[in-house]
Each structure stands twice: as structure tokens, then as C-alpha cells.
């Protein structure tokens, strides 16, 4: 069965970063779109940020030029580099995992919660 990991989330002040990490198992890492997603109370899930096999990011409007998604496919590993957080980030962020050849393939995790307060 397939697993993704996150870690990472936390509190933060306004302004502040965190990196999120997610690791996935019993998958072949490297030929999946790897993607991380949000969701806040009474809103619905959205795109954050996601990365090609061939390590193509692209990024939601409200958040570009301040977070970076990145992978190693050795550690099987999807990170994102959260920077200038504001109130408005805080959400439950999840890791995403999607065969671009077979649409069956779609897995999620478990997710890690994001709070910027100050």
C-alpha cells in the first residue's frame, strides 16, 4: 500500500518559514507528478504547488515568489519551502502523488497543519 508522510508543520509567526517534507513509500517516486495542497476550515482544497518528474514546478498565484517546491527522487522526498507565511497560509497542508499515465493512481497523505499567528 502506498504511503505519503508529511512533516514539518507548525506554528509560525507572520513572516516567518517552514519547510515542509513529504515522503512516500511502496511507490515508484520518480514518475509521479508530486504536488502539495491546502485546505482551510470551510474552504475548499486547493493547489499549492506541484513538480513534473522532470522537476517542472509550478505554483499557485498567491503564493509564487515566496514558497519553492523542489524533490529527490533518491530519498523519494517532495519538500516545500514555505517563506514570508502570512495569516492567510494557515491551513492543513497535503501531499499529493499522481501517476501521469494512469489517473487510478492518485494518493494522498495524511497532512500537517499549518498555523501563522502571531
Do not use: H
Request: include cysteine; hydrophobic fraction near 30%; charged fraction near 15%.
Amino acid at each position: 500500500q502506498v504511503q505519503l508522510v508529511e512533516s514539518g508543520g507548525g506554528l509560525v509567526q507572520p513572516g516567518g518559514s517552514l519547510r515542509l517534507t513529504c515522503t512516500g513509500s511502496r511507490i515508484v517516486f520518480s514518475i509521479y507528478r508530486m504536488g502539495w495542497y491546502r485546505q482551510a476550515p470551510g474552504k475548499q482544497r486547493e493547489l499549492v504547488a506541484a513538480i513534473t518528474s522532470g522537476a517542472r514546478p509550478n505554483y499557485a498565484d498567491s503564493v509564487k515568489g515566496r514558497f519553492t517546491i523542489s524533490r529527490d527522487n533518491a530519498k523519494n522526498t517532495v519538500y516545500l519551502q514555505m517563506n514570508s507565511l502570512k495569516p492567510e497560509d494557515t491551513a492543513l497542508y497535503y501531499c499529493n502523488a499522481r501517476n501521469p499515465i494512469s489517473s487510478g493512481e492518485n494518493y494522498w497523505g495524511q497532512g500537517t497543519q499549518v498555523t501563522v499567528s502571531s
